[in-house]
């Protein structure tokens, strides 16, 4: 198992723009938005402040077509629950960014709301657009083409999912995520291809090994009428539950997370 420090950090991790590079390009209202948005920023409020949202509100006043702002005014939304005001500014960061704001969009969608479809569909999208890697989610748990295939999974498409999850790993410039190989060991897992999940589960205990991994493995070998790794790999995914060695997330549960209960049932 590797040895990993994680850190709990902002939601929006995108990269600050330069500013001088749209006065560069001639685009000085771009430019004005952004010297306005620097300068709110330098100011040090915290997302759920007044104060930020109403600088918010004052750049888009005068620059209604700012993706950025429209973006950052929906992620106080996103994190407080309201869903709705969430979407009506992300979607406007889309309509005039989509290349930077789609992929964060459809990630969201999969995540918190289980809009499978339209992920795929926000993915595929910038797949389009974008002639370079699609890059990963903001937290940096998943490449985008590994989120795609954890929706085709969830809408039932084992097959397809796991075209999409091959392709991506073998891919020579994929970083792995903290849980690919997990998810695709639940994919084979649910067609019951036991041997390919366990390659996979087996690949995921040297990446990150957690307690749902230990779990599945020994649901694996349960199937298999193999009483004593059943029970081995059952008594680990307990102690390392316990431990905490599990699947996080800061603002929502991981797609396919197991919990202590579930694995004392089972």
């Known amino acids: 198992m590797k040895n990993l420090i994680l850190f709990l950090i902002p939601f929006t991790i995108f990269a600050q723009e330069n500013c001088n590079y749209f006065k560069m390009m ?136 796991i075209e999409i999850f091959e392709k991506q790993l073998a891919d020579e410039t994929h970083t792995i995520g903290l849980y690919d190989y997990y998810q695709l060991g639940v994919t084979y897992f649910e067609i019951k291809s036991y041997e390919k999940a366990l390659q996979e589960f087996q690949k995921q205990l040297t990446e990150n090994e957690n307690a749902e991994t230990h779990y599945y493995l020994g649901q694996i070998y349960k199937n298999l009428n193999q009483q004593e790794k059943y029970f081995q790999h059952k008594e680990k995914a307990i102690d390392f539950y316990k431990k905490g060695i599990i699947m996080r997330d800061p603002y929502n549960e991981h797609i396919n997370k197991v919990y202590l209960e579930t694995i004392h049932k089972n």
């Open 26 to 161: 001639g685009d000085n209202q771009k430019y004005e938005a952004c010297i306005m948005y620097e300068d709110l920023s330098a100011k040090g409020y915290y997302q759920f402040q007044k104060e930020w949202m109403e600088g918010l509100d004052k750049i888009l006043e005068k620059h209604p077509d700012y993706a950025k702002a429209h973006h950052e005014k929906s992620i106080p939304y996103l994190k407080s629950g309201d869903f709705v005001n969430w979407k009506i500014n992300i979607d406007k960061a889309v309509k005039y960014d989509a290349e930077n704001y789609l992929g964060f969009r459809g990630s969201v969608k999969a995540k918190f709301f289980g809009d499978n479809i339209g992920a795929i569909a926000d993915i595929d999208s910038l797949d389009k657009i974008r002639d370079y890697d699609l890059g990963m989610t903001n937290n940096g748990d998943y490449h985008l083409n590994i989120v795609k295939a954890i929706c085709y999974s969830q809408l039932d498409q084992k097959e397809k999912a």
